[in-house]
């Protein structure tokens, strides 16, 4: 069972920077595919970004590209997202999600994966 952690959530202005954490308890983190999600208040869940095991293919939302950045740290089993220039409609609770698998054909669909972290709160203000 992995479990996932996400931190590093919180209050940022437009234009600013944030970076989300996700940390694994699993041993095995280097070979699972991995992604973020966000759910803003009565929505449902978005694709925002994911990753392959190495880190060397990433996909992205295309309301983030050239915006935010995924990225892993297998050595530290942590996950990524790198939020630069944030605006008020990428506020959300954003969730960490991880697969049984290296690779995955669908990074963008939820059901793809099988583990995901409670979620961290990012709120940008104008």
């Known amino acids: 069972q992995v479990q996932l952690v996400e931190s590093g959530g919180g209050l940022v202005q437009a234009g600013g920077s944030l970076r989300l954490s996700c940390a694994s308890s699993?041993?095995?983190?280097?070979?699972?595919?991995m992604g973020w999600f966000r759910q803003a208040p009565g929505k449902e869940r978005n694709f925002v970004a994911g990753?392959?095991?190495?880190?060397?293919?990433?996909y992205y939302a295309d309301s983030v590209k050239g915006r935010f950045t995924i990225s892993r740290d297998n050595a530290k089993a942590t996950l990524y997202l790198q939020m630069n220039s944030p605006k008020p409609e990428d506020t959300a609770v954003y969730y960490c999600?991880?697969?049984?698998?290296?690779?995955?054909?669908?990074?963008?669909?939820?059901?793809?994966?099988?583990?995901w972290g409670q979620g961290t709160q990012v709120t940008v203000s104008s």
């Open positions: 999600a991880a697969s049984k698998y290296p690779t995955i054909s669908a990074y963008d669909t939820p059901k793809t994966y099988d583990y």
């Open positions: 699993g041993r095995i983190f280097g070979t699972r595919a």
């Open positions: 990753i392959n095991w190495s880190g060397g293919s990433t």
